[in-house]
């Protein structure tokens, strides 16, 4: 099974076979497979899909495979070897020695005790990412220090995911977040005034399509800078007009929809939070919020929400000046 998936991946792999999926600046770029020697010209470093073969060519024999365990999901393609000993300015490091020959021999024999620091870099098919592999194991050496770490999370501290997300990817997360924004039911709201704030207590259960509706407004930034454009004295307060004179505004999904009556949720207490509308089944985005007991509004009005807290800046804002429309003076 595990061939055949590799197996697959090499039948992709043709001289057609796109970088991504994407043009650049108009031009289709493609992946092809790419070779390196080492410094010394005496390795060939092949990319595989068993890994990256080290072969010394002269013998045609293959000395060591490099991420054998990464190979099974990846196929690498291109390579580079960046060598990692420093060439020495022997004279440049005679003179820092205070001109000590027997300090030069001393460190050019430690030099010979170190492993070389060489890192090799790669690239795979179908993958934005780089890879790099040094004489250093992360998986191997933090196994040996905690044998009862799970392997999966020393990949995830072994990896650094921060490449750009694919379109797909982004669909998939876009997706993914409406599907959880779906799935939460919002039971309180926080109305931002000028004044202060105002509390609401949202019956999400009793009301759900009302609800929906001025929970996504509030989402999508619908109600953002709309100002109240209806206030009356010992009445209640009013908006949600976009438009900002009582003439503007729709649900989320276009147009109207229609009144949910609860018989429990009535108009019998100041500070009720409930749709205004211009008849039967025309809610769109404006509400209101009570100043008194309205019981005239029950059966024509939705209910959908109480404050809970700030009802002082609900009594402030009730008693700002207006014009002859009820419209404040001041915005």
């Not at 039948?11 to 970088?19: A, D, G």
């Not at 099974?72 to 580079?80: A, D, E, K, M």
């Not at 931002?192 to 399509?209: A, C, N, Q």
């Amino acid at each position: 099974l595990e061939y055949g998936k590799r197996a697959a991946t090499e039948r992709e792999m043709t001289h057609e076979s796109p970088i991504f999926g994407e043009k650049q600046e108009g031009v289709q770029l493609y992946q092809s497979i790419s070779l390196a020697f080492d410094s010394t010209g005496r390795f060939l470093l092949v990319p595989s899909m068993v890994g990256i073969k080290v072969i010394e060519w002269s013998r045609h024999k293959v000395v060591k495979i490099v991420g054998k365990l990464d190979a099974s999901v990846l196929r690498f393609v291109n390579v580079c070897l960046c060598e990692g000993d420093a060439k020495i300015n022997q004279q440049m490091q005679l003179a820092r020695m205070a001109g000590s020959q027997a300090a030069m021999n001393h460190e050019e024999k430690a030099a010979e005790g170190r492993k070389s620091d060489a890192l090799l870099i790669a690239l795979a098919f179908q993958k934005r990412r780089f890879y790099v592999f040094s004489h250093k194991d992360p998986l191997k050496d933090d196994e040996e220090e905690n044998d009862n770490q799970n392997t999966n999370d020393l990949v995830a501290r072994r990896d650094i995911l921060n490449e750009p997300p694919t379109a797909e990817d982004r669909l998939l997360d876009t997706t993914s977040s409406q599907k959880d924004d779906k799935n939460k039911v919002a039971t309180e709201a926080v109305l931002r005034t000028s004044m202060g704030d105002i509390h609401f207590k949202l019956f999400s259960k009793e009301v759900p399509r009302t609800i929906e509706n001025f929970v996504g407004h509030a989402r999508n930034g619908y109600y953002d800078n709309v100002i109240f454009h209806r206030v009356i004295k010992g009445f209640m307060i009013q908006t949600g007009d976009p438009l900002g004179d009582g003439t503007g505004g729709e649900s989320i999904w276009g147009g109207e929809f229609e009144d949910e009556f609860v018989r429990e949720l009535r108009h019998d207490r100041p500070f009720t939070v409930s749709m205004a509308n211009a008849g039967p089944n025309t809610n769109g985005s404006q509400f209101f919020i009570t100043c008194c007991p309205t019981p005239w509004l029950d059966q024509k009005h939705t209910v959908f929400g109480r404050v809970t807290k700030g009802m002082d800046v609900c009594t402030e804002i009730e008693r700002v000046e207006t014009d002859r429309h009820d419209k404040p003076l001041n915005e």
